[in-house]
């Protein structure tokens, strides 16, 4: 088990410019989520998909934001154009089933610098 | 939407210790998931508790559900220096089993 995989790991780019975030989840899991992690918000929850569908993309911040998940195995994170307050770690996680009770198991996160 | 507090945001304990962190909600939950994230890592799963009053214990970890099911705590005895991390509630559920993250707790444990 590899474990929910993402990258880049670390991304620094200029303001304006667009960010793409990649996400693989556990194999088999058919629900994934993308969280925002800062110090002054803590983890929020921005969009989730239940067999590549999205679900409630609530948490989505603004229009720059967007979210896809083309198919079982892969989902993107995009932001455009990019800001400085977008500055934060953004975590995938993915978990077995559309189930109460299932554990999230998250990605190592990507640390996005927006200068 | 759900909000889910969590006190205190930061604790600092010398080792040997117990420590213990709450979460409380404004709404009653469907279930409580509680994750831990070391300094530079990410959130990783401990426990879930579903049932009223349920208590489930890991080793030194103590996890409680309350009866109202609006609230819960975890509690570490005797802490160890790889206790080190922010502790996380996460509350929800349901049926697409989406849940709201506390603001987490930072423990720091002094050898």
């Known amino acids: 088990d590899a474990g929910v995989i993402q990258s880049p790991r670390h991304e620094v780019t200029e303001m304006g410019q667009e960010v793409t975030l990649r996400c693989k989840p556990i194999s088999g899991h058919n629900s994934l989520f993308w969280y925002r992690q800062t110090m002054m918000r803590g983890l929020e929850l921005l969009i989730y998909f239940n067999n590549n569908v999205p679900i409630d993309d609530s948490g989505m911040p603004e229009d720059r934001f967007s979210a896809k998940m083309p198919n079982a195995s892969f989902s993107t994170l995009k932001i455009q154009p990019s800001e400085p307050r977008d500055s934060a770690v953004y975590f995938c996680a993915s978990s077995p089933d559309r189930g109460q009770n299932s554990p999230l198991h998250f990605g190592n996160g990507t640390r996005l610098t927006v200068t | 939407g759900q909000q889910v507090m969590q006190i205190p945001q930061y604790q600092h304990v010398q080792e040997g210790e117990d420590f213990t962190t709450y979460c409380n909600s404004s709404?009653?939950?469907?279930?409580i998931q509680w994750y831990k994230q070391r300094p530079g890592g990410h959130p990783v799963f401990l426990i879930q508790?579903?049932?009223?009053?349920e208590v489930k214990k890991q080793k030194r970890l103590t996890f409680q559900f309350g009866e109202a099911k609006k609230n819960s705590s975890l509690h570490i005895t005797a802490t160890q220096t790889t206790d080190v991390g922010t502790y996380f509630c996460a509350g929800g559920g349901g049926n697409f089993n989406k849940f709201y993250f506390g603001s987490g707790t930072k423990l720091n444990v002094k050898p």
């Open positions: 709404t009653t939950l469907s279930n």
């Open positions: 508790l579903v049932k009223s009053g």
